[in-house]
Nanobody, 125 residues
Framework: QVQLVESGGGLVQAGGSLRLSCAAS????????LGWFRRAPGEEREFVAG????????YYANSVKGRFTISRDNAKNTVALQMNSLKPEDTAVYYC??????????????????WGQGTQVTVSS
């Protein structure tokens, strides 16, 4: 079992930065691949970034590549999403998710078993 709690969302101007953090409890965190997803108003939830169990492999949606960076600290049971050069179209509720037992992870929402409650990110133009 993994419980996930996101923080760090807020309101920022276009071009600015935010850092999201997700704190996890549960013994399977270090054995889980992790991901960040987002849901914009009126849209389906979409993949943003993923990181392998070890943290050595990361992958991103094309829309955020070069602007966002995912990282994890297995000693602290946290995963972060550094978001730079934010755009109004990045406005969404952001969720962290865990895929226990997976080494590499996935961009498929259905592969993730545990989800946080989400944190709102609003980017003004």
């Amino acid at each position: 079992q993994v419980q996930l709690v996101e923080s760090g969302g807020g309101l920022v101007q276009a071009g600015g930065s935010l850092r999201l953090s997700c704190a996890a409890s549960g013994r399977t965190f270090s054995n889980s691949a992790l991901g960040w997803f987002r849901r914009a108003p009126g849209e389906e939830r979409e993949f943003v970034a993923g990181i392998s169990r070890s943290g050595r492999s990361t992958y991103y949606a094309n829309s955020v590549k070069g602007r966002f960076t995912i990282s994890r600290d297995n000693a602290k049971n946290t995963v972060a999403l550094q978001m730079n050069s934010l755009k109004p179209e990045d406005t969404a509720v952001y969720y962290c998710a865990a895929d226990p037992g997976s080494v590499v992870g996935s961009s498929r929402e259905t592969d993730y078993d545990y989800w946080g409650q989400g944190t709102q990110v609003t980017v003004s133009s």
